[in-house]
């Protein structure tokens, strides 16, 4: 799971619920220090297990350069409720989301739209289906179809094992240790133990199909015109940084390798993922400046 190394709000980051028409969304906001915003606004969407505290590294840097940045929990996520009801957990619901969280942080404008992990198969749907006015669209750590190699397997032993020995087990058992044997302090331990607790267990499930299950749809991705952006750390043991590589290529999209990253660059890599951003953003606002 992506895992955040602190959890105090940087100046300028404020907790917030987001009202949409299918409901409100937890999420932290961010906005410039000085002054108002005067680019165009950001949604970040998290990975599987994921929430909007996977971006608090790069929150401040990103509204620093004149947005409103926002990161949300989705549907079933951490502090976002969800129903005890799998079709509110696929990729097409959850983007279905998306879009009127898009909107509602919109209001009117374009958005510029980054998916993690689990996320970018969630935001594809909501780029692929066209309702959402979008500025750009970055898909981070994130693949064609479903993930692959040791994450995989996780996801599965996860998928298999909650139906019979529940999540409490898992956490005790498998996940708590883990974390303990990477050297995740105290403090960081109990927010993720909160944190999957929180979860929609009938949305964990769900999420963990989708994202084992996804099928390939960058050709239809691809038939969508918005500036689009691929980034990824270079030692990405999710999707495979060559499969998201031959992605970019296939979606004509610009791509950025995270030098020193694997699969949260947000949390690894928070400068230079923030500045790319921020580069990739502005030069997507000066073509939408042209091509109205």
Known sequence: MSTPRFLTLPPG?????IETPVGA??????????????????????????SKEDFIAILQTLAHAGRRIVAIDMRGQYETKGPDDAAAY????????????????GGGEPVHLVGHSFGGLVTRETVIGGATKLASYTLMSSGPAGITGQREKLCRALLSALP?????????????????AAGVPDDILAFLRTRMFANSL????????????????VDDLREVDVPTLVLYGEHDDGWTPTSQAEMADRLEADCFVVPGAAHSPAVEAPETTAHTLTRFWNQSERHLLHNP
């Open 202 to 217: 009938t949305g964990l499930s769900t999420m963990a199909e989708q994202v084992l299950d996804a099928i390939d749809r």
């Open 25 to 50: 969304f937890a999420a932290l906001e961010a906005l410039p220090l000085h002054g108002v915003p005067e680019r165009l606004p950001a949604l970040l969407v998290p990975g599987f297990t994921g």
């Open 164 to 180: 019979e020995v529940g999540l409490e087990y898992l956490w005790a058992n498998r996940i708590e240790p883990d974390a303990i």
């Open 90 to 105: 696929t990729c097409e619901a959850l983007g279905e989301d998306i879009d009127h969280v898009a909107a509602a942080i």
């Open 13 to 17: 980051v404020r907790p917030q619920q």
